[in-house]
């Protein structure tokens, strides 16, 4: 059973912040960064994509390409970043400008992860279509390929995955009705996580192949530990659905969700900490820099479309 704790008092609390004035932005739905002077924000609205850049001094706002919304953002330097979106959206940052990259399909595109910038993954489908095939693209550094799911390994049936992610040799998908799927190297095969994922994961990091963590949940909060071996899958009481999860520097994950809530998950204990409840929107991404800020994107999600973004620093 999960455990859900309220902040304790003592210590040395981290403090939440604005990020940036998001006045005028549509939705802000993910972020990523090369390092503390380099963090990518990435949004927009159904027409139009925004994306904001912070040097390490301050916030500007980046020439999107003219493409809608992008939900999605990673990369591998300063000058290989790649994002996609809505509509079948996605886009390269070389450097200097961001240019549309074609596809090859019309629709949503949720997630993107890549061990290399030749070797990216990207998920999506229609959340609306009841039994279309989720999408997913493999991208080999010139071109998206279509990547055929056998629908036996679909033990939840969805029909829109939205992250994906990886660390050493493993890799793992996730989305609609708590469906979960693992790359074997030759195709992607069911990965189970039991009862308890009976409502859609959207997001999942890690640290070490055996140290995972995905979040999810749509009426209430789903949890999942990936133990190298297995997934289990946690429901804790009291707290709305859960969009995004990043890894604090003790192995603890920072996830953030519904209404602005902020908690921190312990793997070893089970027990969730509510730690923040943010003002401005729900809470769709979360990244840290590795110095201490962590960043979480996120706002309102439907018309009219609205932006939020907040900064983490102190505690740990």
């Not at 550094?141 to 679909?154: Q, Y």
């Not at 190297?185 to 409502?199: L, N, Y």
């Not at 729900?282 to 996120?298: P, S, T």
């Amino acid at each position: 059973m999960l455990l859900v704790a309220a902040l304790v008092a003592g210590g040395c609390a981290p403090a939440w912040s604005d990020a940036f004035d998001p006045a005028g932005y549509g939705a802000l739905s993910g972020v990523w960064g090369s390092g503390p002077a380099d963090v990518f924000v990435v949004g927009g609205t159904g027409e139009q994509a925004q994306i904001v850049h912070f040097d390490g001094s301050a916030w500007t706002d980046m020439q999107a390409p003219d493409v809608p919304l992008l939900a999605w953002v990673t990369g591998w330097s300063a000058d290989q970043v790649m994002a996609v979106g809505i509509d079948g959206a996605a886009a390269w940052y070389d450097g200097s400008e961001w240019t549309a990259l074609d596809s090859g399909t019309d629709e949503d595109l949720w997630g993107v992860f890549g061990f290399a910038p030749d070797d990216v993954w990207v998920v999506g489908g229609d959340t609306d279509d009841a039994g279309a095939p989720p999408v997913v693209l493999h991208w080999d550094g010139s071109h998206f390929e279509t990547i055929a799911l056998d629908p036996d390994e679909l033990s939840r049936q969805p029909s829109s995955l939205f992250k994906v992610w990886g660390v050493g040799d493993v890799l793992f998908a996730l989305g609609q009705g708590g469906q979960i799927l693992r790359w074997d190297g030759a195709a992607w095969r069911d990965s189970p996580a039991g009862a308890g994922a009976d409502q859609d994961f959207v997001s999942l990091w890690g640290t070490e192949e055996d140290h995972i963590v995905a979040v999810g949940g749509r009426g209430n909060a789903r949890v999942a530990t990936w133990d190298g071996a297995a997934w289990t899958t946690l429901s804790p009481s009291g707290v709305g659905g859960l969009n995004a999860v990043s890894m604090l520097d003790d192995g603890r994950a920072l996830v953030g969700g519904l209404n602005g809530y902020v908690g921190v998950f312990d793997p070893e204990t089970g027990e969730l900490t509510a730690e923040e409840t943010l003002q401005g929107g729900d809470v769709h991404a979360l990244w840290g820099d590795g110095e201490g800020r962590w960043y979480a994107v996120g706002g309102r999600f439907v018309e009219p479309y609205a932006g939020a973004a907040w900064l983490r620093e102190g505690g740990s």
